[in-house]
């Protein structure tokens, strides 16, 4: 898991994921969800060692923190 913040009336956040281990390319999946439906989690870009994901607060949402659960699978080195 992985929190975020959104700060003032930013409606987006960047979220960097760092792995223990590298992928052998970026030829994996990674996917992310939101502890709550008011955010919608994509993925940014993706490197062999890490990704960025996309938090963007969907309109009625007043929150302005909340956590990322996230799974990535692929290739190996």
């Given at each position: 898991?992985?929190?975020?913040?959104?700060?003032?009336?930013?409606?987006?956040?960047?979220?960097?994921?760092?792995?223990?281990?590298?992928?052998?390319?970026?030829?994996?999946?990674?996917?992310?969800?939101?502890?709550n439906p008011g955010f919608q989690i994509s993925l940014k870009s993706q490197?062999?060692?890490?990704?960025?994901?996309?938090?963007?607060?969907?309109?009625?949402?007043?929150?302005?923190?909340?956590?990322?659960?996230?799974?990535?699978?692929?290739?190996?080195?």
């Open positions: 898991m992985t929190p975020f913040v959104l700060s003032g009336p930013e409606a987006k956040a960047e979220v960097g994921v760092q792995f223990e281990e590298p992928f052998g390319g970026i030829n994996y999946v990674i996917v992310g969800m939101s502890n490197q062999e060692d890490s990704a960025v994901l996309e938090v963007v607060r969907q309109p009625g949402c007043n929150l302005a923190y909340g956590f990322i659960s996230w799974i990535a699978i692929g290739p190996s080195l």
